[in-house]
């Protein structure tokens, strides 16, 4: 071993010139749902980075093309698993708009306020989680307490807590609990305490703010071009959201804001979504005050939904509509739909195709995901190695979105 | 040939032909329980019920009836159309049917179909029809309702025996007497009538008789509901699990067109439906026909057998080389099968005659059998036809007997185990077969290679008019079996030659020289009813 204090003329000792490559995930806590990040370093300076999602990988949309279309449900409750609700949602608009039907009105406000729950869950995980991810473990666990809260209310209303199916052709599983809409109103506001509490712990925190402001920015244009949806298109300033900007079920009849960032940077969109956990509890509010308490949860559609169990052991009409609708599934009627409503990244959009028979022809599905986490080596590129952990938690990939 | 017009649509008519029927002909089905293409129309069922259009200045036939207010909760008196059924209005030049386009036409397939399952019992479950019924289709096309009758159903007698392949069950009949006509029109024999009336009505069977002959299946078959089920396949399998394959009947030299309904999971056969052919069977099987789907399971032969033991492929070819080593052409015999396809046939006689030089070609099949002026052929090989026309010369298995006797054919070369005669004698020479079923010429071979049987491979067969069709495959190969016309490649290259097939497509090409092979029509766009 050579000592120490030993004079080195300069350029003696040769220091590796070329760039160092890293490898980071598939595996590694803070690369969420299997994305691998292979690096190029100079010191401790990103060169390159090559984005690879695809390790979590399901064959999903031929999976979804060989059951039925109502057998569809459990697999989108497996996109973005942190809000399955508004996945289940989502499809279930698609698969009617292509038959042309429209559920009622509970269903509507139902859909609704389980949809702004989900939400609230997502925004919750993420940012939750990313401040964990750079050392803050307190404000996680509020946060997680928070999420707690809304997974008791979903666990109540569909027997599930994190993958549902709940969502059907034409309604929902089952009607609303008879609690469900004092659950909620009191949930949303102890919710709230919980992350004032947590937001406080953090955003007083120099070294928080330090991680996040002015990492990770990305301009409006480079948002839009790149397909950026949801909270991380609107931390650079553009106000897009489908519940504003295509309204559907009852968006178009509640008072929420949509809140906008300016900077596009990471604090931006950690700021972003607290903005919209607020605005989820808004529109809670509004849809258990106008939800009515009787009437059907469910079109009375029979090409599309099932009979009341009760009718199916006794009556062979109710046998035959189960019968169909089960072994053969629902026949949709042939054509190709888009349908896109707002999911807790942005916008998830359903593409689906029908031949006329029980099994969807082609389903296509536009997770916000995947676009979001094909800029982020934008937003990284130049920056410290450090800089990662915040920026991708920011993003909030979901692996189960990715699979493409 | 004129045209008349469905719902705005031109449909050509035959002279004699019924709306119905000029329609199906078309592929358009109108909705209907107790038409059937091959039957007479006895428009019972109602649910065919068509508007037609009154000719240019003539008035409608209107009917005057009482219509329920639903606001002011009073009847009405209103004018509908009298409606006619499909299946007993004659096409003709100019008429103008309205049918789906048509409220009323609507409104009476609703009201027929809740009222055919007004007393129908909730078996769909238990039910053998379930999945191809037309009560759960029309339900679902034309219902759409919900119960409103809350009364106890009328019931009726359930799994009344008919005889020794018909299971009836009375609760699920429509009454539709489909298998009332067949029995009386099509098998002569009108065993079945139906007694009592309105919702009494059941179907019986003679006194002093039960439904036998040859063509009960076929009352199953042309059954619309699951009041009549074979025993043969009651409980067996659930339809949505099968799937199915263009195969062509075995069992005489008809040929009759059939479905072969199997279950890929268990690579199993469960039952044989007839396939529509205008020019071979209609839309009709007999009961022996429609049972040989159990070949493709009973009684085969699964492994290689050397003198009478198990042995592997490999042995057993390595065998027929020993046996073959130095035996002149002229001593050579070789057995061509009417059971078996033209390919297997045209591989052997190509083995036989252009790479051996063997003289002497022999056919053999099983024995001549019951006939009828229907369906059934005395005839009961598949493919006798195609095997004098590969080998116009072929000599009757009594022949091989003699030379073999006569000590001119020490060696036989066989395909298919079935004979019509004693074959014990052949025991004196060394026989090779290569078989899919046991059987007379398995059981005196030194050596058995085992075949697929037709269910197992695409192969085709000549039936006795001349028709060359194709039955395709539709089971994995069981056990060690390999089509025949494969087998006979090995046993060419093991006695020294090279064989020129390796594809049914190079056989196909050779067999015709080069011509297209005429396949079977596909099946009918329409399919009936089943």
């Known amino acids: 071993m050579e000592p120490l204090d030993i004079d080195l003329e300069e350029g003696e000792l040769e220091l590796p010139a070329e760039p160092m490559h890293l490898n980071m995930g598939p595996s590694h806590p803070a690369m969420h749902g299997t994305v691998r990040i292979v690096l190029e370093l100079s010191g401790e300076t990103i060169v390159k980075a090559d984005v690879q999602v695809g390790y979590l990988h399901r064959g999903f949309e031929k999976m979804c093309e060989r059951g039925t279309w109502a057998q569809v449900f459990p697999y989108v409750d497996r996109l973005n698993y942190v809000s399955p609700m508004l996945n289940n949602v989502g499809y279930a608009l698609a698969v009617e708009k292509l038959c042309g039907i429209a559920v009622p009105d509970r269903c509507q406000w139902y859909r609704m306020a389980l949809g702004e729950l989900a939400r609230i869950s997502d925004h919750l995980t993420c940012n939750g989680a990313m401040a964990m991810e750079l050392g803050a473990f307190t404000p996680f666990l509020w946060f997680v307490k928070a999420r707690e809260m809304v997974w008791d209310i979903l666990e109540e209303e ?159 009409e109710g046998t035959i509509q189960h019968f169909k609708l089960i072994m053969e599934g629902a026949k949709v009627p042939a054509g190709e739909v888009y349908s896109y409503t707002e999911g807790g990244n942005g916008e998830l959009g359903y593409y689906l195709v029908s031949d006329g028979s029980g099994t969807p022809y082609r389903v296509r599905i536009r997770p916000p995901c995947f676009q979001i986490t094909g800029g982020l080596h934008r937003l990284i590129e130049g920056r410290m190695l450090a800089d990662i952990v915040p920026t991708f938690g920011a993003l909030n990939m979901i692996g189960g979105e990715c699979d493409h | 040939m004129g045209t008349f017009k469905l719902d705005g649509k031109p449909i050509p008519f035959e002279p004699g032909d019924t709306v119905i029927k000029a329609a199906w002909r078309q592929g358009i089905e109108i909705p209907h329980y107790c038409w059937h293409p091959g039957l007479s129309a006895p428009a019972n069922c109602r649910m065919c019920l068509v508007e037609i259009a009154p000719k240019p200045g003539q008035r409608a036939v209107m009917l005057d009836i009482l219509e329920l207010d639903a606001k002011t909760g009073e009847y009405k008196p209103v004018q509908k159309p009298k409606l006619q059924p499909a299946c007993y209005t004659p096409a003709s030049e100019g008429l103008e049917i309205i049918s789906d386009n048509s409220d009323h036409v609507r409104k009476a397939r609703h009201d027929v179909q809740e009222f055919l399952l007004l007393n129908h019992p909730v078996d769909c479950p238990i039910c053998d029809q379930s999945g191809e019924c037309k009560l759960q289709d029309y339900w679902l096309e034309h219902g759409q309702y919900h119960k409103r009758m809350r009364d106890e159903p009328i019931h009726k007698p359930k799994g009344v025996v008919f ?56 009352t199953e078959h042309v059954c619309p509901v699951g009041a009549l089920t074979t025993k043969d396949f009651r409980f067996k399998a659930r339809v949505w699990f099968l799937r199915t394959a263009p195969s062509v009947c075995q069992g005489c030299a008809t040929g009759c067109n059939a479905h072969l309904d199997y279950d890929p999971r268990y690579n199993r056969a469960y039952r044989y439906r007839p396939r529509d052919n205008e020019k071979v069977n209609k839309f009709w099987m007999c009961d022996e026909g429609m049972l040989t789907y159990k070949e493709a399971h009973e009684g085969r032969v ?92 072929v000599k009757p298995l009594q022949a091989l007997l003699d030379d073999v006797a006569a000590g001119r054919v020490t060696h036989v070369l066989a395909l298919g185990s079935a004979s019509a005669l004693d074959v014990e004698p052949l025991r004196s020479a060394k026989v090779v077969t290569i078989a899919a079923h046991e059987g007379p010429l398995a059981a005196v071979a030194s050596v058995v290679l085992p075949a697929t049987a037709w269910a197992e491979h695409t192969g085709t067969y000549v039936n006795s008019r001349g028709m060359r069709q194709i039955s395709e495959q539709a089971l994995q190969p069981q056990g060690s079996a390999r089509p025949a016309w494969r087998q006979l490649a090995d046993v060419a290259t093991v006695l020294g030659f090279e064989a020129s097939w390796k594809k049914v497509k190079q056989i196909r090409a050779q067999l015709l020289g080069g011509a297209t092979i005429e396949l079977t029509p596909p099946p009918s766009v329409a399919a009936p009813a089943e």
């Open chain 2, 302 to 393: 699964l492994e290689a057998k050397v003198g009478g033991a198990v042995a592997t492929t490999a042995r057993a070819l390595d065998a027929v080389k020993k046996a073959f080593a130095g035996v002149p052409p002229d001593a050579v015999g070789i057995v061509l099968s009417a059971q078996h396809s033209l390919e297997d046939n045209w591989a052997l006689r190509e083995l036989g005659v252009a790479l051996i030089g063997a003289k002497s070609l022999y056919g053999a099949g099983k024995p001549e059998g019951y006939e009828d002026t229907i369906l059934i052929h005395r005839d009961k090989n598949p493919n006798t036809k195609g095997v004098s026309e590969l080998a116009p010369g």
């Open chain 2, 163 to 218: 005889g020794k392949t018909i299971v009836y069950d009375g609760e699920r009949c429509v009454m539709c007497t489909r298998c009332v006509r067949f029995m009386a029109e099509v098998a002569k024999d009108p065993v079945l009538d139906m007694r009592e009336r309105g919702n009494l009505n059941e179907i019986i069977v003679s006194p002093g008789r039960e439904l036998d002959g040859h063509y009960t299946f076929m």
């Open chain 1, 158 to 316: 569909t027997g599930a807590r994190l993958t549902h199916s709940f969502g059907r052709i034409g309604g929902m599983a089952n009607p609303p609990t008879a609690d469900f809409k004092a659950m909620a109103g009191t949930a949303v506001n102890k919710i709230l305490g919980l992350v004032e509490e947590g937001e406080r712990m953090l955003l007083k925190n120099r070294i928080f703010i330090d991680r996040l402001q002015n990492v990770g920015a990305i301009s409006a244009a480079d948002a839009v071009s790149l397909g950026w949806t949801g909270p991380c298109l609107r931390s650079t300033g553009v106000a897009y959201d489908i519940r504003k900007a295509h309204p559907y079920l009852k968006y178009d009849e509640v008072d929420f804001d949509v809140p906008v960032g300016t900077r596009g940077d990471t604090m931006d969109r950690f700021l972003c979504r607290l903005g919209e956990i607020r605005q989820s509890k808004r529109i809670i509010e509004q849809c258990i005050e106008r939800m009515p308490d009787e009437g059907p949860i469910n079109c009375d559609d029979p090409r599309v939904v099932l009979p009341e169990k009760s009718d199916v052991y006794t009556t062979i």
